[in-house]
């Protein structure tokens, strides 16, 4: 099959989806250049070097320039050129999620040949409010514990983390309460509305794997009409991207009571086991117009029950239960009612989380570009009816919530001035 052939099918399927698929992006996961150029009418190319993005815009009768919707990260190529004048590139360039990068170009009229500068070092970033931008650099150069998204969030000095557990993280932002948060992937909400979860977010674990992750945006006080639904911060992931080199990673850890010390009264952590393997993928499908970005996690835990009678090995032990009252009252509640309430002792309960994502960006033409993201969580846990108490183990409940993200956007340059995105 040609490459002609595939793009027209991969654009067909995207046509399909832009129809069929409820849930849309309502929070931009791109970022905007503008500049300045002192001749007017001058030529200005922009290009995004991993994938051979290009945009090409002419400035105004002042020289001005702006360019939005491309796609964050880097390094990026800008090119300024007009007849009669020194051809000025600038390279190494980097964009940030939801922020505006701005540079400055004069040409001089010369016939040597181009000028290049590294790394626009006169260039300034606009915000639209107060917050962290973190990207994969400063990713990687933090040492995470629970690999949860609030260990990044507090590198903000305004924002605190209650981490008792990678399963209850709770971020507060300027001391407001976590739920107050709007947290959103890939621009589609990704909340706790219904409020089952201690943490606010969608799922009882950690959101999203962190080697799914390309920036994280912490938001304060955003002034942007765009960014709302919060009292507290407005917190954006935006997951990494293919381009025309493959790339891949594998992650793996295991954990288990060896690894946990004795409590206060010398007592031993009970028994339990703990492992998470994480794979990605990425890289182009045809060069220069249509990529890829795959990844999976899996989690798999045995929670032991931390309460037990006072004559057991438990951490937690009730102060007058023994184990022979608590099997009287078992043989009892079988006997007479028929309903077996499991074991008070050494009970263990599994725990999976299992999280898939896809994400798929297409270079239309030089004036169109699609990207769409598709993610399913599936996770299975335990929890009581009565917390901090010892009681039997048919007292848990399973919760097995089942969470999809679909997600496609559409940009299209109008013209010069006019750009859309739906």
């Known amino acids: 099959m040609t490459s002609f052939k595939k793009l027209f099918l991969f654009s067909s399927l995207f046509t399909f989806l832009l129809a069929s698929v409820p849930v849309f992006s309502d929070v931009d996961t791109t970022s905007s250049l503008r500049g300045n150029v002192n ?75 181009e000028l290049v500068v590294t790394a626009a070092a006169g260039s300034v970033i606009v915000k639209t409010g107060s917050g962290t931008l973190l990207t994969r650099v400063e990713m990687d150069a933090v040492p995470t514990i629970n690999r949860s998204i609030g260990d990044f969030a507090k590198m903000d000095p305004r924002v605190s983390v209650n981490s008792a557990s990678s399963r209850y993280t709770e971020i507060s932002v300027m001391g407001a309460n976590n739920r107050f948060n709007d947290f959103t992937i890939d621009g589609v909400s990704f909340n706790d509305p219904f409020g089952l979860n201690a943490n606010g977010f969608g799922t009882m674990r950690n959101p999203i794997s962190l080697d799914f992750v390309d920036q994280i945006s912490i938001d304060i006080t955003p002034y942007d009409v765009a960014r709302g639904n919060n009292t507290g911060g407005s917190i954006a992931v935006v997951t990494k991207s293919g381009s025309n080199d493959f790339h891949g990673s594998y992650y793996f850890s295991e954990r288990n009571e060896d690894n946990v010390g004795e409590d206060s009264a010398g007592i031993d952590y009970p028994k339990f086991d703990e492992e998470i393997n994480t794979i990605t993928v990425s890289g182009p499908i045809i060069k220069d117009r249509l990529f890829f970005f795959a990844g999976y996690e899996e989690f798999e835990r045995s929670n032991p029950a931390l309460y037990g009678t006072i004559d057991s090995n438990a951490q937690n032990k009730a102060e007058y239960v023994t184990t022979a009252m608590a099997d009287q009252i078992k043989n009892i509640a079988l006997n007479t009612y028929g309903y077996d309430a499991g074991v008070i002792n050494g009970a263990s309960f599994p725990e999976t989380h299992e999280e898939y994502t896809v994400k798929i960006d297409a270079i239309i033409n030089d004036a169109n570009r699609a990207t769409m993201n598709y993610s399913k969580v599936e996770s299975y846990y335990p929890r009581k009816y009565n917390g901090g108490a010892t009681v039997f183990s048919n007292n848990y409940y399973a919760k097995p919530p089942v969470i999809e993200r679909k997600s496609i956007e559409l940009y299209s340059d109008i013209t010069d001035r006019l750009r859309t995105k739906a």
């Open 39 to 113: 001749v007017s009418g001058a030529s200005v190319v922009v290009e995004h070097t991993p994938t051979g993005v290009t945009k090409a815009v002419t400035a105004g009768a002042s020289g001005n320039f702006s360019l939005t919707f491309l796609p964050i990260g880097g390094p990026y190529e800008i090119t300024v050129s007009s007849p009669g004048y020194q051809t000025a590139k600038l390279e190494g360039v980097y964009l940030s999620l939801n922020e505006t990068e701005s540079v400055s170009v004069n040409l001089s009229r010369s016939e040597a040949e």
